[in-house]
């Protein structure tokens, strides 16, 4: 039934963002409130020796967030709509409130609870990057340093198998959590991180350190680190990214396999009424 319902109540809000859309460009209005539509298609062709539901991975999904907020927080809602070829299905994709007292700033909800510098993957993040989990966070913020405490548990049906990045191992399952610490600075030119963080599946810790550097003229050069207590695992991740008329980003990550990615996009001009990324 609710299924059910949030099938038909993402159709009326697409169709009629749609007809929205095409008379004047989406935007934030004077109450602070935005909203946006987004859709893409991934494929992803792994490794001939994979079983096939690894080697071949096709998903095109359909999103519509919607965003208000005051001077007490600020409230997230998105539903979205998915399709791997098998099957079509839509489900409530986020669910957030945030807010702030004093220097606390905190979040509880359903959204993705990703940190780390990585396009793709991020060595001392041990979450899924494309997927959306309930948890909460707080966040001491003071001048250039900041203390968090998180956590995260409970994949719903929003993130089935279908969502997830194929060559992505140990994250959090049904019923499992995972919690975090972290620490980070910010200087004049760069930010370091530091985090520590618990997997309840795997029963293992996990130590990151996490930097960036603005190189000034465009450039930035990014990078982490990740081990693994149980089993001595060490992730890490090197790039970079040059700021023009377009954004660029090269990184190499590696885990299990050597991984190079390269993307680009026109997010560095930020002028225009969509944005697009090729990856």
Known sequence: MFQLFTRSLLTVFILGSIFIFS????????DGSGWEISTGYDYFHIREDLPAVF????????????TMGNDNGQFSFGLAAKDDGAQLQTDLKELLWSGRVDKLLYEIGKTKWVWGRGLSFSPICPLDMDTYYWGGQGSFINNNRSLTIGAAWDKDP???????????TG?????????????????ETSDLTTAISYQSVLNHWNFGLDFSRDLQNGFEFH????????????QYLLGGEYSGH????????HQTDDILIFAFSNSAAMLGNWQWEFR
């Not at 377009?246 to 990550?253: F, P, S, T």
């Open 171 to 187: 994250h959090v399952s049904t019923n499992e959590y995972t919690g975090w610490f972290r620490s980070g600075w910010v200087f």
């Open 158 to 168: 929003y993130n089935s198998d279908t969502s997830d990045m194929p060559l992505s």
């Open 246 to 253: 377009y954004l660029y980003i090269l990184e190499g990550y």
């Open 55 to 66: 080697k071949d991975h096709k998903l095109v999904n359909l999103a519509l967030d919607y």
């Open 23 to 30: 008379i004047q460009p989406a935007e934030a209005v004077d």
């Open 223 to 234: 990078g982490g680190v990740n081990i693994q207590n149980s089993d001595s695992v060490t």
